[in-house]
């Protein structure tokens, strides 16, 4: 192998891949843009990923999980070695408090679904509101948000008020019954009464969003994660999923039909 520290262990690309949960893909995506490059290499040519690249490797997967992008930590990188204790304590207390920002959420969510739990274990179905509480605190955990944009959408229902929040799970309980029964019964997506009703719907939507070019990104987000899983999400509200999984496609086709 070629480098100074011939007696440390050093890791193939495979190697590091497996165990760190990187794919090799992004490894040489990383190598290209500067973010991270093998330290060494054998006679033959191959990389070989030593101590201090596992510790930028670490540093580099903390950051973007912190919400910076790839050029932004390149830059952050070149301007403080690996082994600056320092800096190292920096990223691990920062990464801390998201953490522990997380597991609050986290907690809160266990307790949400504890709830409908309960109410199931006394043979009572849980209302739709509070499936579609359960579902509103697993898309804020969702990395599909960036901190910025979960933070985001917390002011805006704060500004909207408890009330208008409860108004609103209200009347989405009422527009997807009845967007559902058009669904079923084939009213054609052009049908005044259906585009009246997709109007709403996304009057609705929006209102929980900012306006401008970040609540742009915040729905932009949130159609990704449904397109992602919308098994899973579906799956949790109190319509059958496949019901659901429908809807959005008869919603989807009626705002085509403008």
Do not use: C
Not at 45 to 69: E, N
Not at 139 to 159: C, G, K
Not at 193 to 200: G, K, P, T
């Amino acid at each position: 192998m070629i480098g100074n520290d011939t007696g440390a262990h050093r890791w193939s690309i495979g190697e590091l891949a497996r165990a760190s949960g990187v794919t090799v893909r992004t490894l040489h995506h990383y190598d290209e843009i500067g973010v991270l490059r093998a330290s060494a290499r054998t006679t033959s040519g191959h990389r070989r990923y030593t101590a201090d690249d596992l510790r930028r490797l670490y540093r580099v997967r903390a950051l973007r999980a912190l919400g910076m992008s790839l050029d932004e930590i390149r830059e952050a990188l070149a301007s403080s070695p690996a082994e600056d204790p320092a800096a190292m304590r920096g990223l691990l207390a920062a990464q801390l408090r998201q953490l522990t920002v997380q597991a609050d959420r986290i907690q809160q969510l266990i307790a949400q679904v504890t709830g409908l739990l309960s109410q199931l274990d006394g043979a009572s179905m849980p209302d739709p509101d509070q499936f579609l509480t359960t579902l509103e605190m697993i898309s804020m955990l969702d990395t599909y948000f960036t901190p910025e944009q979960r933070d985001e959408l917390a002011r805006r229902r704060s500004e909207l008020g408890a009330d208008a929040v409860e108004e609103a799970r209200v009347r989405f309980a009422d527009l997807v019954e009845q967007l559902l029964a058009h669904a079923d019964a084939g009213t054609p997506v052009d049908d005044p009464r259906v585009r009246d009703l997709v109007r709403q719907w996304d009057e609705l939507g929006n209102a929980f969003h900012a306006e401008g070019v970040g609540g742009e990104q915040t729905k932009a987000a949130a159609r990704r994660m449904w397109q992602d899983h919308r098994d899973e999400l579906s799956a949790r509200l109190p319509w059958p999923a496949e019901r659901m999984a429908g809807l959005m496609a008869y919603l989807e086709r009626a705002r085509a039909a403008g």
